[in-house]
């Protein structure tokens, strides 16, 4: 009925098949349409307040709108029995094929499933094994590099010590080596300055015994000339005693410069080595924290990604480890820890259970009593 409350209004989009098959349906049952739409039109003649002498009349009409409901409810289900019946019939014709697919697919599944956590198992075993075994060579390589690094530290300690040293001895020798040419020196020139004072003394004694006689004189010239050439001689030997001990102090200097020399070669291959030990120390370290890395990622990876294998068209399989529950004891169940998980709507349907079956205090709830038209 294309002008009735039940037809769709102009402008609607309604498939085709969907339109023919409404129509087809009204077509069958005018009567039921009319008659609601007699009904419905009776429904906005019923004022807001009904007088008391419409009571009666009002609860045949609401007897009548129950038993059109009734009847439209009864022609609904003749009306989809044949497309159920259909409904069932594709229902079980593709179930049919689908289900020992599905059966298949599970006990295949099931098989896979044992495969992969042995694939997981084995691949995850083998990587632990090459991660400990590289923690265990940088570890060891490591151990190896810090007590290299010790004993060249200790023979670059060994070598400067051994260094100064002889620097040191080489200094107090250059030292005892400068004091005794001064002494030799101070020496040398005490004699001369006697033999020059034992000449000084022959002059003046020779000039004397000018005075006395010739052959004293003679005798006291001669002694005066002695004791020139002794002095002379004196002088020369201070000469060659102080120009040895300058000698002998140079080449102390040249010992003792070649010592110090020796000790800031070995100073500088100490700290050469010692950085180099240290760079080596560090590297070996730096290996062994890699190799943590490569432990703990190998630690932390799920099982899962272990067992992952990709098909030749695209398809990947893994193994999911999820959680879940048996049979649940209703008696023995925790329903405080269930409260944040538990749905409006089934709460509110255990309270409507709890109410039907009598009860009239229940915390949280307001329970009351209320009324409703009922007309038969």
Do not use: C
Request: hydrophobic share 40%; aromatic share 2%; proline share 2%.
């Amino acid at each position: 009925m294309a002008g009735d409350d039940f037809s769709p209004g102009i402008g609607h989009n309604l498939p085709p098949r969907e339109q023919a098959l409404r129509t087809e349906i009204l077509e069958r049952n005018t009567e039921l349409t009319a008659r609601s739409t007699e009904l419905l039109a009776q429904v906005e003649r019923i004022p807001e307040e009904i007088p008391e002498d419409m009571i009666g009349a009002v609860s045949d009409f609401i007897k009548s709108i129950t038993a059109q409901v009734k009847k439209i409810d009864g022609i609904r289900v003749v009306e989809k029995e044949p497309y159920l019946f259909g409904e069932r019939i594709v229902d079980g014709l593709f179930n049919g094929m689908a289900e020992p697919l599905t059966a298949g697919k599970g006990r295949i599944s099931a098989r896979l499933g044992k495969a992969i956590e042995a694939k997981a198992d084995r691949v995850r075993k083998e990587k632990e094994a090459e991660a400990q075994r590289v923690r265990e060579e940088a570890e060891k390589r490591e151990r190896e590099a810090k007590e290299e690094a010790d004993r060249v530290r200790q023979e670059a300690e060994r070598v400067r010590l051994e260094a100064k040293r002889v620097a040191d001895e080489a200094a107090a020798e250059a030292e005892r080596v400068r004091k005794a040419a001064e002494e030799e020196t101070r020496k040398a020139n005490e004699a001369a300055e006697a033999a020059k004072r034992e000449a000084e003394e022959a002059e003046a004694a020779r000039l004397a015994a000018e005075a006395a006689s010739k052959e004293e004189a003679d005798r006291l010239a001669k002694a005066a000339e002695e004791a020139k050439l002794k002095a002379k001689e004196a002088s020369r030997t201070a000469d060659q005693v102080q120009k040895a001990a300058v000698k002998e102090v140079k080449a102390a200097d040249r010992v003792v410069a070649k010592a110090e020399d020796t000790l800031g070669v070995a100073e500088r291959k100490e700290e050469r080595v010692t950085k180099s030990a240290d760079r080596t120390v560090t590297e070996a370290e730096k290996r062994v924290t890699v190799a943590e890395a490569k432990v703990t990622k190998v630690e932390t990876t799920k099982p899962a990604e272990f067992g992952k294998t990709r098909g030749i068209y695209g398809a990947v399989s893994t193994v999911q480890r999820y959680w879940t529950h048996g049979t649940v004891d209703r008696d023995t169940v925790d329903l405080n820890a269930l409260r944040p998980h538990l749905k409006q709507d089934a709460i509110e349907a255990a309270v409507a259970s709890f109410v039907d079956a009598g009860g009239r205090k229940l915390r949280g709830v307001d329970i009351f009593e209320d009324t409703k038209t009922v007309t038969r």
